[in-house]
């Protein structure tokens, strides 16, 4: 069965820093997405992406986050000057049709900030 | 999107149905159930949606009451590896989100 790849599964990193979380969705779909779950909390939205462009985003999606299509098969997520309150799980999801129906979710990305 | 209730957690045994509730008495007429779990830490996994009518596919069936109030996820025959938190969701077609609760988390018990 295809499956949504994200790299990498774990990254460390200091406050103030930039990262970027990488994702392959499944390859025919069209809508991509990005969650996030702080440690014993629940899987919260962040945003949404759809021809190129970003079609839904929640208030946790302020400035410093950004995502991207850099070519036909990566989608990524990009914080801009990480804080500690970043540290979460942050989940890549895909789906060939609008709404809720049937997203397909990746593994995961665990960021630490110290 | 309307909220929906879950127990916090249940239990059942291995090789019993799992009858998962879930209560979303604000449902609008144009809103869907979905049931998602979640294994883990691992990504949430897609089960089952439906908007009136019981369905039934390789994983669980949905029967969904005839006021659309509260629906019953069931996992008919529960294995060690269903255990895993159990989200109902309720969303209008065409939405982008999911709003997660806290989900039920389903222990299946040897």
């Known amino acids: 069965e295809p499956e949504v790849t994200q790299t990498p599964s774990h990254q460390v990193t200091q406050m103030g820093q930039e990262v970027i979380l990488r994702c392959v969705p499944i390859s025919n779909h069209l809508y991509f997405y990005w969650y996030r779950q702080i440690l014993g909390q629940k899987v919260e939205f962040l945003v949404s992406f759809y021809n190129n462009e970003i079609s839904e985003k929640s208030e946790i999606f302020d400035d410093q986050f950004s995502v991207e299509r850099p070519d036909g098969s990566n989608f990524t997520l990009k914080i801009r000057s990480t804080k500690l309150e970043d540290s979460a799980m942050y989940f890549c999801?895909?789906?060939?049709?609008?709404?809720?129906?049937?997203?397909?979710f990746g593994s995961g990305t665990q960021l630490s900030v110290l | 999107d309307a909220k929906t209730t879950q127990p916090p957690s249940m239990d059942c045994a291995e090789g019993r149905a799992a009858n998962l509730p879930c209560n979303h008495s604000?449902?609008?007429?144009?809103?869907?159930v979905y049931w998602y779990r979640q294994i883990h830490s691992q990504g949430p996994q897609y089960i089952i949606h439906?908007?009136?009518n019981n369905e039934t596919n390789e994983m669980a069936s949905l029967i969904i009451t005839e006021d659309r109030k509260s629906s019953t996820l069931i996992l008919p025959h529960a294995t060690l590896r269903d255990t895993a938190v159990y989200y109902c969701i309720v969303s209008g077609a065409g939405s982008y989100q999911l709003t997660f609760g806290k989900g039920t988390k389903l222990s299946v018990i040897p």
């Open positions: 604000t449902i609008s007429g144009n809103e869907y």
């Open positions: 999801a895909s789906s060939m049709d609008r709404g809720a129906e049937k997203l397909f």
């Open positions: 439906g908007l009136k």
